[in-house]
Structure formats: C-alpha cells, structure tokens
C-alpha cells in the first residue's frame, strides 16, 4: 500500500464518508444507449459539435489585463451585453468563479448581504470571502429579506443575492417584490442566472427577463443551457471596469481560450433565436412532470421549469433508486449533502429538449420500477 505519510488521515475520513453514503467520485461515462436526465444541458446543445470555425487561438496565455485579451473576448461579451440588455459583460472562466469574484469584489467589510438559504455554494463562498455580514434568510422569503434589509440601514452598503431558479429545487423567488424591497431600503440586487438564461425566458434572456426586472448584477453560465463552458457577469459599465480591477478570480486568472469565446457568440446568437428548442423543452418538461407525478406523487416538489426534484430523504435510499434507474438505462444521479441540506438527498430529474416521446416512455416505465417498490 502507499504509504501516505501526512495525508493518512484522509483514508479514514473517506472511509467514514463512504459508510455513511455520502462519499463521491465522478460517475463512470452512461454507457451506450442511456438517456442522461440530470445534466443542465436543457437545451441539447452541449452534445452538438463545436459551434465556431477554430480560427481564433486555442489558448489566450495569461491573464486579459496582461496579454491573454483578445479581440473574441470582446465581441463574445459585447454579444451577451446586447442580447441581454445590459452596458457591459464580463466572461469568467465558470459561473463558481463568476461568483466568487464578483461578490467578493463588490461587497466589503461592514457591508451586509441578505443571501437566500438556498443559494449555490459559490454565492456562499464569494459571500465569506468578501468579509461582508452575511444574513442568511429562509428560501424565497421576501419579508425576511426587505426586514434584514431595513435591519442593514447603518451599513455602507446593501446587496442581496439570489438564484432566479434554484438548481437543486426548481423554484423561482418573486424578482419583482424582491427588486421593489432593493429599492425601497437602497440595496444592490444579485441575480444569478446560471440555470435560466438560454432555457427560459423571452430569448432565453432568463427569469429576470420574463419578470420585467433587471438586477443591477446578473451572473449567468456558458456550461448550462449554452452547452460549452464559462460565465458571465452583465451589468453597467463601472461594474465591468470595477471587476476588472477587483474580481481576483478575472485578475488573476488565465484569460478563458478565445476559441471558446468564438464559439459562446456563435452560441449567444443561436440560443436567442432558438424559440423552437425552448418551445420543445415546455413540451417536454410538461409530459415529463404529469408522467414523474404519476409514479412519485407529492415527492416531486413543487417546482416549475426543466428541473424535477423528487424528493427521497437518506443519501444511501437515493443512492439505491438511482442504480436502479442506471439499470434501466436512465441516468439520474443522486444529490446528497452537502449539495442539499441533510436529510433531503433527492433524485433531481432534468429535462432536455431533445428527449423524444418514445424516451419518456421509457423514463417513466423505469421509475415505476424503481422508485422505492
Ligand atoms: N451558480 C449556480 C446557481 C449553479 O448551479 C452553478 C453550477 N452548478 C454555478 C453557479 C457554477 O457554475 P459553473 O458550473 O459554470 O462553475
């Protein structure tokens, strides 16, 4: 055996992670033939092949403030900024490192963010980092948030953060009351985008979009509905020129590939004419929501959109339904904690546009089978 000398205690803990069922590793490639129902690859796009003609150099070569900016990074985020309505936009080399480096950026010591409980870890994360109070409120609940607000009066600075459709339970906070709540107690409202933009909203603009509302910060993936890598963050310019200066993980990051940022505009313009696919997707997403509450009922939580929840509880019981799916040539993995809080590991079913009725047959007949029989 190696001999691991100051790492040995990691064998234990891994052990201890493994009998409690909660250890993880990254899932052996869906053989041949499985249909894939947990990815955030709504729309289909990801397993299309590379959307631009490779002329643009492969690697950018060091940071964008040293020699890695390229002329495809800014027409990339020119084409975000105008497809969304925003000034400005800025691509990270992911949405963790979007958020990360723009809340960190942005709020600072004495400042207090009102964060959903519900938040992606990377909201957390870049939350810590900036050294802002942090009050956390109960998932969705604008009255805690406007109260935690008006509580932050005395601070420089107010933000507030929030998912407009939350990964792990496809539900959406009410943009429209949170944004009045930012208004009325002079807040800065953070909206991260990652799992709308492209799937849902007018053009795919997102939730914000189809509410009416525009956050003074959006943050938006490259790896979810457009199917290649990356994130971006839109606002106005200042914010732009500021996280230039600020965001650690832009400043001190390798610029991302300009062949990619090629290719995100080339995707850009494709997901905002790309009505039909979004319209594919309801369809979808409708068949697959009546089917899964047939079979689960109330365990689907209530949710909206692409996102499916079913809700089972121990980690090592959605572990076990998960393999029997996998058997019947379904993939869905099982979400456990830390991803969700403990005691609500879950089987989260995603729909994608490409799925075909003969396939949702087939999703539906292996869960009736598997599902706790
Ligand atoms: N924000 C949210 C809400 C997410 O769900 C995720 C990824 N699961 C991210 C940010 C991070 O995005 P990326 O995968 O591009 O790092």
Request: proline fraction near 7%.
């Amino acid at each position: 055996m190696t001999d691991l000398g100051a790492l040995r205690h990691l064998a234990a803990e891994i052990t201890a992670l493994e009998q409690a069922g909660l250890l993880r590793k990254p899932s052996a490639p869906p053989p041949a033939g499985c249909l894939v129902l947990c990815s955030n690859d709504y729309l289909g796009y990801g397993t299309d092949p590379w959307p631009a003609p490779v002329e643009a150099p492969s690697g950018a070569g060091a940071s964008r403030l040293v020699s890695g900016h390229h002329a495809e990074h800014a027409l990339a985020e020119q084409t975000i900024a105008t497809w969304l309505g925003f000034e400005a936009a800025l691509l990270f080399s992911s949405g963790y490192a979007a958020n990360v480096g723009t809340l960190s950026a942005l709020a600072r010591p004495g400042d207090v963010i009102v964060s959903d409980a519900l938040n992606h870890a990377s909201i957390i994360d870049g939350c810590r980092l900036s050294g802002a109070k942090v009050v956390v409120v109960p998932h969705r609940d604008v009255a805690a948030a406007e109260a935690a607000l008006e509580q932050a009066q005395g601070a420089p600075r107010r933000w507030l953060v929030t998912e407009s459709y939350f990964s792990m339970d496809g539900d959406s906070p009410d943009l429209v009351r949170l944004r009045a709540a930012c208004d009325r107690w002079d807040a800065a409202l953070i909206v991260d985008e990652a799992h709308a933009v492209g799937s849902l909203g007018p053009e795919g603009r997102g939730l914000a979009a189809r509410a009416g509302v525009r956050p003074d910060v959006l943050v938006g993936a490259l790896g979810k509905a457009l199917g290649l890598q990356g994130a971006f963050v839109a606002g106005p310019m200042v914010l732009r020129t500021w996280l230039w200066n600020r965001a650690r993980s832009f400043v001190f990051s390798t610029g991302i590939s300009p062949a990619l940022a090629a290719a995100i505009r080339h995707r850009v313009l494709r997901v905002a004419a790309d009505d039909e696919a979004r319209a594919r997707l309801d369809r979808v997403t409708s068949r697959l929501r009546a089917d899964l509450t047939s079979v689960v009922g109330d365990a689907l939580l209530p949710s909206h959109g692409p996102i499916l929840p079913c809700f089972v509880g121990p980690p090592e019981e959605a572990i076990r339904i998960s393999l029997r799916l996998r058997e019947r040539g379904i993939l869905v993995q099982a979400i456990r904690p830390p991803t969700v809080p403990p005691g609500t590991s879950r089987l989260r079913v995603t729909a994608h546009a490409r799925l075909t009725d003969a396939d949702l047959s087939r999703v539906v007949a292996a869960f009736a089978e598997s599902w706790k029989p």
